[in-house]
């Protein structure tokens, strides 16, 4: 069993940055894939950005050059910096983890990004 928990999310005009983090458990953590899923009401959930166990990165097209993923193993937290925010970024995010060789996800409870003047 793997505990994910994301904290970061919040209010924020257009034009401006968040950065979300998401903490996993378990000593294999550098080992997971990892990464972000959005959704808005009365929308699709859009896979947001991914990264691998060995740093590999892939990003929605709308989200590139303006949204980065990275991850620190030493603390066992992977991290989805957010800049140049826009109102249609506005959804709740959700961070998943994937240990290897599962064919399933853990994930975290969501969490809210408004991006409003």
């Known amino acids: 069993q793997v505990h994910v928990v994301e904290s970061g999310g919040g209010l924020v005009q257009p034009g401006g940055s968040l950065r979300l983090s998401c903490a996993a458990s378990?000593?294999?953590?550098?080992?997971?894939?990892m990464g972000w899923y959005r959704q808005a009401p009365g929308k699709q959930r859009e896979l947001v950005a991914h990264?691998?166990?060995?740093?590999?990165?892939n990003y929605a097209d709308s989200v590139k050059g303006r949204f980065t993923i990275s991850r620190d193993n030493a603390k066992n937290t992977m991290y989805l910096q957010m800049n140049r925010l826009k109102p249609e970024d506005t959804a709740v995010y959700s961070c998943?983890?994937?240990?290897?060789?599962?064919?399933?996800?853990?994930w975290g409870q969501g969490t809210q990004v408004t991006v409003s003047s």
């Open positions: 990264i691998t166990s060995d740093g590999s990165t």
């Open positions: 998943y983890a994937r240990p290897p060789g599962l064919q399933y996800a853990y």
């Open positions: 378990g000593s294999l953590f550098s080992t997971y894939a």
